[in-house]
Structure formats: C-alpha cells, structure tokens
C-alpha cells in the first residue's frame, strides 16, 4: 500500500526499543566490536500486504537465521496510522512513527509512504527479500559507538532504564549524533473487525509501545535514564528495551543494541 508524502529529516527524528527474556533481576545489554542491524518494519493492522511483512520481521529475529538477537538485529515494528481510515484503527499505532517513516524517506530520496516498508540502520530496503542480506552487510562493519543498557526492576511494576553511549563516531554526513530508545513487546495478537484484514487474527512480535529520545551525543557521549510504569500484562511476560544511536541529518544507524525481555519485580 502506498502514500504520496512530502517532507524531510528533521534532527528531532530517532529510536531506541526493548525485547527480550522474562525475569525479576536486573536485564544488562552491551553492544558489540561489529555494528549491530536496526531493523525497523512500517506496518499496519489495516493492510492486507502487511501480515507477512511481519512474519518475516519475527523470523529475521529467531534463532535459525544465525543472528544474535540483541547484538546482531534489533527489530522494532512500528505501527503507522495513515490506513486507520479505512476501516480498522490500529491500536498499535502512533501518529509519531509516521512522522519517523516520512523522514527517513525523505532522508533516502524518496516521497512516498507504504507499508509494508523496511529500513535496515536507516537505509531503505524497497525488496523485502533483500533484508537478511542488508543485516549482514551491517554486521560486517565495525560499530562506530559504544551503547550500554541497564534495566531494573522496581516496585510497583516500573522499570528504571539507564542508557549510555560513549566513544561514539560521526557517520558519513558530518552531522551531530542522536541517542534514541524505545521499548518493545512481542507475542501479541488481535483479531480484525473490519478493513481488508477483517477477520483475521494477526500475530505480533517487536512492536514498539513506547519511545524515548532523541537525546544529543556530545563529545561522544550521553545518557538517558527514565522509569517506565508497565501494564499488569506488560510486568508478568516482559518488554524489552532498544537503543540506537543516529545520524540526525542523513538518518544512518551508527550502532544498536536491545536486552533480552525483562519482567517487573
């Protein structure tokens, strides 16, 4: 499906996410000496093109690929409502993730927005069956920042989140630097009442429920601490946590990192 857009990067524009494994101890990820692939899937419930789309983004994630979830791809799928008035509202999406997807459009030349749409550290993939061989080429490459994850739980269903980032590069533009994170939930679904999914009980991994950032990298370095209030559902299962950092003008991923899930205590 597909969307005439205009626009263009803005500084403001970046991301960090959350995945991983259950538990009521604190959740620690570090990234490592190759550059991790942000893997980021535009989509929505409201298109008929999309449920594979995010099949694949779960496979691309699983342990038959070869990939080191967390070090190797961090998957975020993030929900646009530009279909909602079509007929389904998707209660997923935010109104600022198609903000997201239109810069990095704009930021990769192009002008329209569709789903389902891949980008792979901020460059396009238009060939869906090009993203696994995209993650690799990543990987290839030495990572150009340092990124370091804390998760902690807290009473009362919160999590303490504590991002750093040091020793972090400029990429290619020259352009300042940007921390981003955002935490995702996976194993979710939701049957269709109506659109051109009607029907259907869709199936949902990586997805984007909260986000945080963009905060400056200066010198190299930044931080970024919040605390996170989860849902009753969110505490028993686990979220998981992502964090990037960005190039502000030309939007390519410097490095990535994402925890295993982590539960409240």
């Not at 994630?61 to 070090?71: H, K, V």
């Not at 030349?109 to 069956?129: C, K, M, S, W």
């Not at 259907?200 to 400056?216: I, N």
Request: proline share 5%.
């Amino acid at each position: 499906m597909v969307m005439g857009i205009a626009g263009y990067w803005g500084a403001a524009l970046t991301a960090m996410f959350i995945a991983g494994a259950a538990s009521a101890q604190e959740c620690r990820a570090e990234s490592g000496p190759h550059r991790a692939a942000l893997v980021e899937l535009y989509t929505s419930e409201g298109c008929s093109s999309c449920p594979p789309a995010d099949r694949q983004l779960s496979r691309l994630a699983s342990d038959a690929n070869g990939f080191a979830l967390g070090r190797d791809i961090v998957p975020l799928a993030l929900h646009v409502d530009f279909w909602d008035y079509i007929g389904w509202k998707d209660p997923f999406a935010r109104a600022d993730f198609t903000a997201r997807q239109r810069a990095l459009v704009a930021a990769n030349g192009g002008r329209a927005l569709y789903t389902p749409h891949f980008f792979v550290n901020g460059q396009e993939i238009r060939d869906r069956a090009r993203v696994e061989a995209s993650v690799r080429t990543q990987n290839a490459r030495a990572a150009s920042a340092d990124i370091r994850i804390a998760v902690t739980p807290s009473e009362n269903g919160r999590l303490r989140i504590a991002l750093r980032v040091g020793h972090a590069r400029p990429g290619q533009s020259g352009a300042p630097l940007a921390l981003h994170a955002a935490v995702t939930e996976s194993g979710l679904s939701n049957r269709i009442g109506a659109g051109e999914n009607r029907g259907a009980v869709l199936a949902h991994d990586h997805v984007v429920r909260h986000w945080f950032g963009p905060v400056p990298v200066r010198s190299g370095a930044a931080t970024l601490e919040r605390v996170l209030q989860l849902t009753p559902e969110q505490a028993a299962k686990g979220v998981a946590v992502a964090a990037f950092v960005q190039d502000t003008r030309s939007g390519e991923v410097l490095q990535a990192v994402s925890t295993g899930l982590c539960a409240a205590a």
